[in-house]
């Protein structure tokens, strides 16, 4: 079955990096759109970054410039490097999979498995 396992969150220091990981087991990951969304405590989960099996990318603009993500296939792993992390950072990081290639990166809707979460948290 399809399995999503994130890893990598932590306390840091605003200004800090984390490197989270997505370990993708029971699906060929090379065939698909990756995703990342993040919720904060009373808050909507939201957007963060997509990365397209081409190795294409799109960010939501407030981590634009600070975070990046990467995969590897041949691995079955997904990344998302974030630096100068901020306080507002702080979240449950998801990793998820996107169901076609046509739907909106941006929607929860697009994305069919999600990984448990990892927890991001940023003091000031």
């Known amino acids: 079955q399809v399995q999503l396992v994130e890893s990598g969150g932590g306390l840091v220091q605003a200004g800090g990096s984390l490197r989270l990981s997505c370990a993708a087991s029971g699906f060929t990951l090379s065939g698909y759109d990756m995703g990342w969304f993040r919720q904060a405590p009373g808050k909507e989960r939201e957007f963060v970054a997509s990365?397209?099996?081409?190795?294409?990318?799109e960010f939501e603009d407030s981590v634009k410039g600070r975070f990046t993500a990467s995969r590897d296939d041949a691995k079955n792993m997904v990344y998302l490097q974030m630096n100068s992390l901020k306080p507002e950072d702080t979240a449950v990081y998801y990793c998820?999979?996107?169901?076609?290639?046509?739907?909106?990166?941006?929607?929860?809707?697009?994305?069919?498995?999600w990984g448990q979460g990892t927890q991001v948290s940023v003091s000031s």
């Open positions: 998820t999979r996107r169901k076609g290639p046509f739907l909106s990166v941006a929607s929860i809707d697009s994305y069919d498995y």
């Open positions: 990365i397209y099996w081409g190795n294409r990318t």
